[in-house]
């Protein structure tokens, strides 16, 4: 599809070669786009790396209620990606959300503020996202964290190592390739991240949030351009595989080191 031009309306498929893919990467939509999938996927990796490692540790401890806890915390996982997005566009509505309510009765805003704007929209969607897959990175980690042996943090407390260089002169190298698998996943997914973006924002405000995949979505089913979204979509794929390789090259360079 992405080597043709397809007529939707008589139903008949020109071969152009790859002038759809020369017509994605200097079509300013395509362009404009790619940046702000950047950002997107930036903001939700760091968030749900440091969130899912905070999430880790804590659920490492042992205390009263652990199992519990455990359960509660991966429900983000198990909800849609849909219902997630539905859920979080009404905690920020600006006419009814529960966040302004909250805000406003603990008398922090004078009046409701408009959080899906122009300038925060992009990050309040990889908020939602980042809470939807965060859980999954954080039970990476954990298991991770499991199979660290606890003599060796015996014997760092003996020779008076505190939590911080417990962590990371302890903890964190035994743990860094389960981090950079939660990198890669979180990176792949945050890329091909739609449902967020349809259901909180409909790619705006204007194209606020209108990243690849969305871009993609409104290619083919707004203006029936099948070929420009095939080809699109492949550009998007190569990105991911380009991304995806750099993160497995660090991971195997480290090991030979090692």
């Avoid at 992405?2 to 070669?17: C, T």
């Avoid at 997107?40 to 401890?61: H, I, K, P, Q, Y």
């Avoid at 004078?110 to 859980?135: C, D, G, R």
């Amino acid at each position: 599809m992405s080597l043709n031009d397809y007529d939707v309306i008589r139903g008949k498929m020109n071969f152009v070669g790859l002038k759809n893919y020369l017509d994605a990467i200097q079509d300013p939509a395509t362009v404009g786009a790619i940046p702000r999938t950047i950002l997107f996927s930036a903001t939700v990796v760091a968030a749900s790396v440091l969130l899912g490692l905070a999430m880790a540790l804590l659920l490492n401890e042992d205390f009263r209620g652990r199992s519990v806890l455990r359960t509660i915390v991966l429900v983000p996982w198990g909800v849609s990606e849909f219902a997630t997005s539905a859920i979080w566009r009404f905690i920020l509505s600006d006419s009814f959300g529960s966040l302004n309510g909250l805000l406003y009765a603990l008398g922090l805003i004078k009046n409701y503020q408009l959080w899906l704007s122009e300038q925060m929209a992009i990050f309040w969607v990889a908020a939602a996202f980042a809470w939807h897959f965060t859980p999954l990175g954080a039970f990476f980690l954990l298991a991770s964290l499991q199979t660290i042996p606890q003599d060796i943090h015996k014997a760092a407390k003996v020779d008076g190592a505190g939590p911080f260089r417990r962590f990371w002169n302890v903890t964190l190298p035994h743990i860094r390739y389960a981090v950079l698998i939660v990198l890669v996943l979180a990176t792949m997914e945050a890329f091909r991240a739609f449902d967020v973006f349809y259901v909180m924002t409909g790619g705006g405000p204007g194209v606020a949030t209108e990243v690849l995949t969305f871009h993609i979505y409104r290619q083919e089913f707004y203006y029936f351009n099948l070929g420009g979204a095939a080809a699109t979509s492949y550009i998007l794929t190569l990105i991911i595989l380009v991304l995806a390789a750099v993160y497995f090259v660090m991971l195997t360079r480290r090991r030979r080191g090692r």
